[in-house]
T-cell receptor, first 116, second 112 residues
Framework: SAVISQKPSRDICQRGTSLTIQCQVDSQVTMMFWYRQQPGQSLTLIATANQGSEATYESGFVIDKFPISRPNLTFSTLTVSNMSPEDSSIYLC?????????????FGQGTRLTVV | GENVEQHPSTLSVQEGDSAVIKCTYSDSASNYFPWYKQELGKRPQLIIDIRSNVGEKKDQRIAVTLNKTAKHFSLHITETQPEDSAVYFCAATSTGGFKTIFGAGTRLFVKA
């Protein structure tokens, strides 16, 4: 199994500012992902963080708003840029430890973001 | 892309009864179907999974069935207990994208 640590665990930010969320995995992983979970809702995939190349974004999410870095196989960051109250949500990092798609994805504890 | 539909959105059962949650998926390339349990304020945790080459899998009180032809899969919890109360998410992972798409979730209440 993989242990994933995210920080910060929560933050309250002013609109118009940016927040960078860090995700650290305790072992090298093939795939890393970022999800958003609004209160009482499901997990929506934002993007796949690719090591050494640009992230792959899902429909409705763009790089200018959610820039992602993945400098190595154990670390990724998600930035929420130019925040508005609509960005208030829980952001979750996820990783898949083994090669191939048919394995469990693990989650960080989430970052609860409130934009005021 | 993949789309996963899940129902019911809310399920209330008496302790000791069974609970069934159903999902459908759209992408025939999906080959891995995990189920996650999320308690309030916690991260999602895997409770059981099934691969496309298997029709059924059981782990104590929890079982999952998969019908590839109909693109349906279901979670069955028997002898429910109050600690089973949580939100349950089904999900599908495709070979091509390696990404996991989640259903909308089912909020399960087990009444003592």
């Amino acid at each position: 199994s993989a242990v994933i640590s995210q920080k910060p665990s929560r933050d309250i930010c002013q609109r118009g500012t940016s927040l960078t969320i860090q995700c650290q995995v305790d072992s090298q992983v093939t795939m890393m992902f970022w999800y958003r979970q609004q209160p009482g809702q499901s997990l929506t995939l934002i993007a796949t963080a690719n090591q050494g190349s640009e992230a792959t974004y899902e429909s409705g999410f763009v790089i200018d708003k959610f820039p992602i870095s993945r400098p190595n196989l154990t670390f990724s960051t998600l930035t929420v840029s130019n925040m508005s109250p609509e960005d208030s949500s829980i952001y979750l990092c996820s990783a898949r430890a083994h090669e191939g798609p048919a394995t469990e994805a693990f989650f960080g504890q989430g970052t609860r973001l409130t934009v005021v | 892309g993949e789309n996963v539909e899940q129902h019911p959105s809310t399920l209330s059962v008496q302790e000791g009864d069974s609970a069934v949650i159903k999902c459908t998926y759209s992408d025939s390339a999906s080959n891995y179907f995990p189920w996650y349990k999320q308690e309030l304020g916690k991260r999602p945790q895997l409770i059981i999974d099934i691969r496309s080459n298997v029709g059924e899998k059981k782990d104590q009180r929890i079982a999952v069935t998969l019908n590839k032809t109909a693109k349906h899969f279901s979670l069955h919890i028997t002898e429910t207990q109050p600690e089973d109360s949580a939100v349950y998410f089904c999900a599908a992972t495709s070979t091509g994208g390696f990404k996991t798409i989640f259903g909308a979730g089912t909020r399960l209440f087990v009444k003592a």
